[in-house]
């Protein structure tokens, strides 16, 4: 089976940088994603990672340690419109394009 | 312009009846899923499929029913058994096989409230 873990809710300044942590246990890893959605809305892919690492695509980027099963969502330069939950999801192998998901993190950017 | 698209956007149900939420994608993925989120939690598996007609029961399918008689639509029956449905149901497709950085892609969601 698997085991994800994210905080709940985070709160930051804009302007600011934010970390997102996501914790996994799973029995055979072929991929970690990250999406963000806004409330009501549905949720977009941000981020994949598979090897260790960072992957960065403009403000946002996205870290993996296998051996720790641990990876992060890194946000720069915060702005008002990036308040919305982040959801890390990881891929298991032989398990097609299944994907099972953290609870989320609630993140609210103030002025 | 290929996408996912969910109807209706909101639902409404009386006790003891049967509602039916739709979803189509002309992506011409094989893999389709359904999710359910309560409010401040994340995405738990009500059904999938790999596909046509095939589905599997996920995480807490009791009380809900699918089909996929085509590629393009997978829509979901939220029956009189399940007890508590007020949710946002999210559907979702992707490549059946795992394909690096392709991976689910969701439609805008139906929000359901029970009367």
């Known amino acids: 089976g698997q085991n994800i873990d994210q905080p709940t809710e985070m709160t930051a300044t804009e302007g600011a940088i934010v970390q997102i942590n996501c914790t996994y246990q799973?029995?055979?890893?072929?991929?970690l994603f990250w999406y963000q959605q806004h409330a009501g809305e549905a949720p977009t892919f941000l981020s994949y990672n598979v090897l260790d690492g960072l992957e960065e695509k403009g403000r946002f980027s996205s870290f993996l340690s296998r051996s720790k099963g641990y990876s992060y969502l890194l946000l720069k330069e915060l702005q008002m419109k990036d308040s919305a939950s982040y959801l890390c999801?990881?891929?298991?192998?032989?398990?097609?394009?299944?994907?099972?998901f953290g609870g989320g993190t609630r993140l609210m950017v103030k002025p | 312009d290929g996408g996912i698209t969910q109807s209706p956007k909101y639902l409404f149900r009386k006790e003891g009846q049967n509602v039916t939420l739709s979803c189509e994608q002309n992506?011409?993925?094989?893999?389709m899923y359904w999710y359910r989120q309560d409010p401040g939690q994340g995405l738990r598996l009500i059904y999938y499929?790999?596909?046509?007609?095939?589905?599997q029961k996920g995480d807490i399918a009791e009380g809900y029913s699918v089909s996929r008689e085509k590629k393009e639509s997978f829509p979901l029956t939220v029956t009189s058994a399940q007890k508590n449905p007020t949710a946002f149901y999210l559907c979702?497709?992707?490549?059946?096989?795992?394909?690096?950085?392709?991976?689910?892609?969701f439609g805008p969601g139906t929000r359901l409230l029970v009367l």
């Open positions: 992506l011409n993925h094989d893999a």
């Open positions: 799973t029995s055979g890893f072929n991929g």
């Open positions: 499929s790999q596909i046509v007609n095939d589905f």
């Open positions: 999801a990881v891929r298991a192998r032989n398990a097609g394009n299944m994907l099972t």
């Open positions: 979702a497709s992707s490549p059946r096989g795992a394909g690096g950085r392709e991976t689910q892609y």
